[in-house]
């Protein structure tokens, strides 16, 4: 937008006025557009045997894995792609013992306007990409599909309990559709590969040596991996460092080495759903989705620092306030050494008759700035209900738009001035935008007002190769 112009003989009345409007326009802007259909499907063993049907929607998925939405996104292996990460599949650990735990390259083709008249270009798809190339793919099946993903595994029973690929039949619980008499896929049995079952993976982070970090929610643990996905070491568990409440761990009622689930201190999916690290590569921040249950009145949640290289936590942490109106983060990344994005949100989505009180923000931390109380000091940076689409690169015909989904998971400054926002769709379900069909995966870029004080990320890390700045100190 062009600035005003104000002549010597402009009343100061109007000055004001035309200040007051400029600021009244400063939203965020939507820059770029994209979007993967809700049945979108990758190869691999039968899934969704034990989910309901939902939104018009039957499973289970004969030889097939829903791509899903994304819980988690990494630069790619060139400029334009990503790599994403669905979490456990289908939303609890009872019904998702045969989704695979993977990660995909994907290239987002974004509808965007160019030129003085906003001409708009793009195809707004989002198509599969080569993990080590980046160059596109015919699809997420069929030939040549298995190059633009990688699926985790634990070949060497490293990951220190019993997991999906041990059994011979997949656990029931009884509650839901399915039998107990389901064989465990044989590929899943044979390389040992995670599940659903297993994990709730919800973030992501590459170190300096290549190797993958996962933070997980059933736990909540951290989870080691080459960049092929095959564990490397015991999941990590995380230590109770504030001693809340007086149990040594942090542990949900899905942990699988807590013996009794009503001792957990951590409410179930409450886990780390934000898992940052820093420009460095060599310390990870992360940051549980919720309170701890003897804390749950205080609306805190904590950040534990990890450091890589001694792979422990360093027993550092810092306390995060949720807003009035927010119940859940969505995820957390690196500005630079001590700032991140969070995003926050609550359980309200489009479609729900309570829409009015949705809330969904990012806001900017800072670990070096603390409030009276000891919680990180917050600044909005963008109200994802409340977003500029002067050219409707959306095509729903409005100049305004909103991003009304319950699970926003995924945040990446692109620079300093543009960030990428993902949703999970947690197929078949949700209804942030339509109520008789699974909601779509959407990517969108944002533009925004003030630039972040953005340290310039390393030269691209490909997840199957380890160049020389992934190696060195």
């Known amino acids: 937008?062009?600035?005003?112009?104000?002549?010597?003989?402009?009343?100061?009345?109007?000055?004001?006025?035309?200040?007051?409007?400029?600021?009244?326009?400063a939203a965020p802007t939507l820059v770029g557009f994209a979007k993967m259909p809700a049945g979108t499907f990758a190869d691999g063993p039968t899934s969704g045997q034990f989910q309901a049907a939902a939104n018009g929607v039957t499973p289970p998925y004969v030889a097939r894995q829903p791509v899903q939405g994304f819980s988690a996104v990494l630069f790619g292996p060139r400029a334009g792609t990503f790599y994403v990460m669905p979490d456990n599949g289908f939303g609890t650990k009872p019904n998702s013992p045969d989704y695979l735990l993977r990660m995909y390259?994907?290239?987002?083709?974004?509808?965007?306007?160019?030129?003085?008249?906003?001409?708009?270009?793009?195809?707004?798809?989002?198509?599969?990409?080569?993990?080590?190339?980046?160059?596109?793919?015919?699809?997420?099946?069929?030939?040549h599909a298995a190059l633009g993903r990688i699926t985790l595994s634990d070949p060497d029973r490293l990951i220190g309990f019993p997991i999906v690929a041990d059994a011979a039949f997949y656990p029931y619980a009884g509650t839901g559709p399915g039998r107990a008499d389901i064989p465990v896929d044989a590929a899943i049995r044979e390389q040992r590969l995670l599940t659903g079952g297993d994990l709730d993976i919800e973030a992501v982070r590459q170190d300096r040596h290549g190797n993958l970090w996962f933070g997980d929610e059933f736990g909540p643990f951290l989870i080691k991996t080459d960049r092929h996905g095959r564990v490397l070491r015991p999941a990590i568990p995380l230590?109770?460092?504030?001693?809340?409440?007086?149990?040594?761990?942090?542990?949900?009622?899905?942990?699988?080495?807590?013996?009794?689930?009503?001792?957990?201190?951590?409410?179930g999916s409450n886990g780390f759903e934000g898992l940052a690290i820093n420009p460095a590569g060599t310390m990870l921040y992360a940051l549980l989705e919720g309170a701890l249950i003897p804390d749950a009145d205080q609306k805190r949640l904590l950040i534990n620092e990890?450091?890589?290289?001694?792979?422990?936590?360093?027993?550092?942490?810092?306390?995060?306030?949720?807003?009035?109106?927010?119940?859940?983060?969505?995820?957390?990344?690196?500005?630079?050494?001590?700032?991140?994005?969070?995003?926050?949100?609550?359980?309200?989505?489009?479609?729900q008759p309570n829409a009015a009180d949705m809330f969904k923000k990012i806001y900017r931390i800072d670990l070096r700035l603390l409030d009276a109380d000891g919680f990180v000091r917050k600044t909005e940076v963008v109200d994802l209900l409340k977003i500029a689409d002067p050219n409707d690169l959306d095509g729903d015909g409005r100049t305004t738009f909103d991003f009304p989904f319950v699970?926003?998971?995924?945040?990446?400054?692109?620079?300093?001035?543009?960030?990428?926002?993902?949703?999970?769709?947690?197929?078949?379900g949700n209804g942030g935008r339509t109520t008789t069909a699974p909601d779509a995966t959407e990517f969108i870029l944002l533009r925004l007002d003030e630039p972040l004080n953005l340290t310039p990320r390393p030269p691209l890390c490909r997840l199957l190769e380890s160049p020389p700045w992934c190696r060195s100190k």
């Open 1 to 25: 937008m062009t600035s005003p112009t104000f002549s010597l003989k402009r009343p100061l009345a109007a000055c004001a006025l035309l200040a007051a409007a400029a600021l009244a326009h």
């Open 105 to 143: 390259a994907v290239e987002p083709d974004f509808r965007r306007a160019v030129g003085r008249h906003g001409r708009i270009v793009g195809s707004g798809e989002v198509k599969p990409v080569a993990l080590r190339t980046g160059w596109p793919l015919r699809g997420f099946e069929g030939r």
């Open 239 to 267: 230590p109770n460092s504030r001693g809340i409440g007086g149990l040594p761990l942090v542990q949900s009622p899905q942990n699988p080495l807590l013996a009794d689930a009503a001792q957990a201190n951590l409410r």
């Open 306 to 351: 990890f450091d890589i290289e001694q792979e422990r936590y360093t027993g550092r942490t810092w306390a995060y306030r949720l807003e009035a109106g927010g119940t859940n983060i969505g995820d957390m990344t690196a500005i630079n050494d001590h700032e991140f994005l969070v995003i926050e949100r609550n359980g309200i989505q489009g479609t």
């Open 407 to 428: 699970t926003i998971e995924d945040v990446l400054p692109v620079d300093e001035r543009t960030l990428l926002v993902i949703n999970d769709n947690n197929f078949p």
